[in-house]
């Protein structure tokens, strides 16, 4: 079982959409978590960072952590066809960044 | 600040050749990451300097991979008698480590195709 599990998608909705992208994790000794937005054949780029379970909104992004679930997911509200992209979950409990899949999010115009 | 840059952006190489990727992280970063990423997957960390010390090396970084970040600035990844499974892009990160809150920020990339 990996330490992070992410729904690959493709998840495709129409512009305006409010999107949905979620991570599970199973080590209790990850801290910080953040998410990365992944155009094709870039690096990441970050997004968000959060430390403690609740909410951090940025813009249209928010970011929500429950650690007693191990969930944590990322909304976008009004979503633009701009933000078509693969969305990585990472999360660190020493120096090293962990990984998920990523998802892939199409926006239809 | 012109962010984390990466040299080549691309490299194809035959089966058995060696090739060596340059990192060049944000200049006051004291922390350089490398990680692979291979289609369809999240990036899989390989190795981490603080200055010029390796200070932690993956399992995935087999004895045919060898980083250097020789005076605490740039970084070279190295492959020795490169495999087709070797294929992937490697990421290079850098960072400023301060208690607790650190960032790692991403370069472009090296995408990695071995024949």
């Known amino acids: 079982q990996k330490e992070v599990e992410q729904d690959p998608g493709p998840l495709s909705v129409p512009e305006g959409a409010i999107v949905s992208l979620n991570c599970t994790y199973s080590?209790?000794?990850?801290?910080?978590f953040m998410w990365y937005r992944q155009y094709s054949r870039k690096g990441p780029e970050l997004l968000m960072y959060?430390?403690?379970?609740g909410n951090k909104e940025d813009g249209r992004f928010t970011a929500q952590v429950d650690k007693s679930s191990k969930y944590i997911s990322l909304f976008i509200r009004d979503s633009q066809p701009s933000d078509s992209a693969t969305y990585l979950c990472?999360?660190?409990?020493?120096?090293?960044?962990?990984f998920g899949a990523g998802t892939i999010l199409r926006v239809k115009s | 600040d012109t962010g984390v840059s990466q040299d080549p952006r691309h490299k194809i190489t035959k089966r058995g050749q060696n090739v060596t990727f340059r990192c060049d992280p944000i200049?006051?970063?004291?922390?350089l990451y490398w990680y692979r990423q291979t289609l369809g997957q999240g990036p899989e960390f390989l190795t981490y300097?603080?200055?010029?010390?390796?200070?932690?090396k993956s399992r995935l970084l087999s004895d045919r991979f060898s980083a250097e970040r020789p005076k605490g600035s740039f970084s070279t990844l190295e492959i020795q008698r490169t495999e087709q499974g070797d294929s992937a892009m490697y990421l290079c990160?850098?960072?400023?480590?301060?208690?607790?809150?650190?960032?790692?920020?991403f370069g472009p990339g090296t995408r990695l195709l071995v024949l």
């Open positions: 990160a850098s960072s400023l480590a301060a208690l607790g809150r650190e960032t790692q920020y």
């Open positions: 080590n209790s000794a990850f801290q910080y």
């Open positions: 959060t430390y403690s379970s």
């Open positions: 990472a999360m660190k409990g020493g120096n090293k960044l962990v």
């Open positions: 200049s006051e970063h004291n922390r």
């Open positions: 300097f603080q200055n010029e010390a390796q200070l932690e």
